[in-house]
């Protein structure tokens, strides 16, 4: 008969811990990779001819229909929790949604998917410049050096004395998209704990449709529809079939597995891992539409990305101590402004 093995309830918590963390990071890359599919489901229907405003439209409208049943569920009951998150959920809406999509579509409209994308995730570095400006305090070493790298990046990424000019307009449009994100970070950078995330993406996704069905009404935003075909890598597929993927893996797939992963790695680890999303929106825009960025630009994405990480490691660290403004010089700027506590991003 075998020996009876000694059975410690105690050990067991840290291999649960680990378990739980590991299939966090699993669900937080896949979200990462379906996220990614937006660029490229969008760009094949903008090619037949879809305006940004009616592909952002589509995509805002069928989402939010789709969660509805979710987030009411997880409400259960406590509907004044909407009241009293009223203004989180608009500006969500407003800002994290709406905006900053139709702003990365129009980019992905006159730019490659990955330059789009590389774009807006330039908001980490837009918020430290800005805190940078306002408080007159310098950032620390790490998060100064990741902007830096990130600002080189920017200028290797639009390949200034290259054979092949980056469209401008576009790229206005992606640093637009940033400054949406980067609004996004600071408004919900206070810890709010009482609305749980798939309302607040539900929530934000219905904002966001009804404000672009109000633009259209009021003529302020292009809508132009198309029935013909798109084209995804060598397949020929009708338009729905990009629709659908633009809602149901992109969008509905993407906010719930970002919403899981958030619980369970953390908001801020979660953002971290959610930068590899430009490495996968650039690896479906070379599968699905032929495209890839040229070496330069190539070499600009990691740079940026290489920044952001490090603002992102920075942010993981604990908050150094600042001085009040107008305090001693060399007193270094925490990046704790960064740390938005909300397990939603306005992801594209």
């Known amino acids: 008969m075998p020996a009876a093995q000694n059975h410690n309830p105690a050990r067991e918590v ?31 229907l903008l090619e037949t001819g879809w305006t940004p405003g009616a592909a952002v439209t589509a995509r805002l409208t069928a989402a939010a229909l789709i969660l509805a049943l979710p987030a009411a569920w997880a409400l259960k009951g406590r509907w004044n929790q909407l009241k009293d998150n009223w203004l989180t959920i608009v500006l969500f809406g407003l800002i994290g949604v709406a905006a900053c999509q139709l702003f990365y ?11 789009a994308l590389l774009l807006e995730y330039l908001a980490p570095v837009i918020i430290v410049l800005w805190l940078w400006a306002a408080s007159r305090r310098r950032p620390r070493v790490l998060t100064a050096g990741g902007t830096l790298l990130s600002l080189a990046g920017l200028v290797l990424v639009l390949d200034l004395t290259g054979a092949v000019k980056v469209d401008l307009v576009g790229v206005l449009w992606g640093m637009a998209a940033a400054v949406c994100l980067a609004i996004y970070f600071f408004i919900t950078a206070k810890e709010n704990d009482t609305l749980p995330p798939i309302v607040l993406a539900s929530g934000g996704l ?14 302020l935003l292009p809508m132009a529809f198309s029935a013909a075909d798109t084209s995804l890598g060598p397949w020929t597929v009708p338009w729905w079939v990009s629709l659908a993927g633009l809602v149901v893996l992109a969008t509905v797939l993407a906010y719930v ?72 010089r060399g007193t270094h700027m925490s990046a704790s402004p960064l740390d938005h506590a909300n397990d939603v991003e306005p992801v594209p």
Not at 206 to 219: D, E, I, N
């Open 14 to 44: 840290p291999i649960r811990h680990a378990g739980f963390q590991a299939s966090g990071l699993g669900i937080a890359l896949f979200s990462s990779a379906v996220f990614g599919l937006s660029g490229s489901f969008a760009k094949s």
């Open 105 to 115: 579509f129009n980019a992905v409209a006159r730019l490659s998917v990955g330059v």
């Open 206 to 219: 219905m904002v966001g449709a009804a404000v672009m069905w109000l633009a259209a009404a009021t003529g």
């Open 257 to 328: 597995s970002g919403v899981m992963a958030a619980r369970a790695l953390g908001s801020k680890v979660a953002s971290f891992v959610s930068l590899t999303e430009v490495l996968f929106a650039v690896v479906w825009a070379w599968l699905l539409l032929g495209e890839l960025p040229g070496a330069i630009q190539l070499l600009g994405g990691i740079l940026i990305v290489g920044g952001v990480v490090l603002v992102r490691l920075d942010e993981l660290r604990s908050p150094a101590t600042t001085d009040p403004p107008g305090g001693k």
